[in-house]
């Protein structure tokens, strides 16, 4: 009896380790939170820090804001700036801008504000570097009562 339950401790031990080896999901489909309300009346909103770009990985996939990534258009992601909201992105070196619309959320890498289309990094010659310090001016805030992803 005894070697019996000594053989089944290493097969137990081990069944324990590659349980904790399972992957667990990246994101959860709890319901996310509202987006914060407007400022009201006329306001200027600006922004200063690093901007990246986001390109065949992600093309064709599914946005936060729930519309297919097309890394052609002239779209952005913002962690907090409504959906639909257009922002007006200055490449502070070249001096180069573009109007993009938000229409997901991130960029979750460090420092960085925006993540641009392709097509937007190439507008303002963000390409070669990668990154870049960028200015975002708001030129129209979008919907504030839509929800943060789908």
Partial sequence: MIRQAARSVPVVVGSMLLAGCIASPRFTLSKPPLNPAPPSGNFAMSEEG??????????????????????????????TLPFNTRVRVTNESSGQSVVVRINDRGPFKGDR?????????????????????????????????????P
């Fill in 113 to 149: 504000i925006i993540d641009l289309s392709l097509a937007a990094a190439k507008a303002i010659s963000l390409i070669t570097t990668g990154t870049g310090m960028v200015r975002l001016e708001v030129l129209s805030l979008g919907d504030t009562t839509a929800r943060t992803s």
């Fill in 50 to 79: 690093v901007a990246s770009y986001y390109a065949d990985e992600f093309n064709g996939r599914m946005t936060s804001s729930g519309e297919k990534y097309d890394m052609n258009q002239m779209t952005a992601a913002h962690r």
